[in-house]
């Protein structure tokens, strides 16, 4: 069974940095694209970064510059290094886990229960 667990979420102001992290079991991060995604209150879910397995990054115009999608494979754990957070970064942040190598187009199969970041400014 796949699980995927993240942490690290909490309430910062603005301009302060948060990593979070999603701990995989049942599941092989370095097999497979991986990815962040965000749902604010009365919004709809977005992506927010993507990796695949060769290191390729894509992130959301937002977070830009700001953001860091890397993996650990020893850990088999996923992180989100988020940096000059802004209070529009508040929300829910889900780890997502796909099936494929590659992003373009992936169907994320496998989602943790989210966490909650909370930026005030």
């Known amino acids: 069974e796949v699980q995927l667990v993240e942490s690290g979420g909490g309430s910062v102001q603005a301009g302060g940095s948060l990593r979070l992290s999603c701990a995989a079991s049942?599941?092989?991060?370095?097999?497979?694209?991986m990815g962040w995604f965000r749902q604010a209150p009365g919004k709809e879910r977005e992506e927010v970064a993507l990796l695949n397995t060769v290191g390729s990054r894509n992130y959301a115009d937002s977070v830009k510059g700001r953001f860091t999608i890397s993996k650990d494979n020893a850990k088999n754990t996923l992180y989100l290094q988020m940096n000059s957070l802004k209070p529009e970064d508040t929300a829910v942040y889900y780890c997502?886990?796909?099936?494929?190598?590659?992003?373009?187009?992936?169907?994320?199969?496998?989602w943790g229960p989210g966490t909650q970041v909370t930026v005030s400014s």
């Open positions: 049942g599941y092989t991060v370095s097999n497979y694209c």
């Open positions: 997502a886990a796909g099936r494929t190598s590659y992003c373009r187009n992936a169907d994320f199969d496998y």
